[in-house]
């Protein structure tokens, strides 16, 4: 099993979703989280007074899926979320080692 983690923008993120769920994904989680990358922080103006923006808002979605499955989800997301400017995100793949459902106890593939 594999855990993807992707940071996306915000305003990707109904698109992305629509996208896994076409897919099959069945669950995920979901967090709003800022951050930085090669694009660090950026200067704004508003009325005239500078701003240092050094976070910038993304999502972090937490899905996991069968080893098989990995690839093909993680293409759809990369197609949902990619808009070709700095600042699109990132994708994080893990190996899962075992999964238990706390309600039931089952394991791995049926506790997904």
């Known amino acids: 099993m594999k855990k993807i983690e992707a940071l996306i923008r915000p305003v ?19 967090t709003n ?15 005239g007074v500078k701003h240092v923006i050094e976070f910038h808002p993304k999502i972090k979605l937490e899905i996991v ?6 690839e ?5 997301l990369v197609e949902a979320a990619q808009t070709g400017q700095i600042g699109d995100g990132k994708i994080f793949i893990r190996s899962i080692e075992h999964i238990i459902r706390t309600r039931t106890g089952e394991t791995d593939l049926e506790a997904l």
């Open 72 to 76: 093909f989800v993680v293409e759809k």
């Open 33 to 47: 989280v800022r951050g930085y990358g090669r694009q660090k922080g950026q200067t704004e103006s508003y009325r």
């Open 12 to 30: 990707q993120f109904d698109s992305v979703v629509t996208a896994l769920v076409e897919v099959g994904v069945v669950g995920m989680n979901v």
């Open 65 to 70: 899926v069968e080893d098989e499955a990995c």
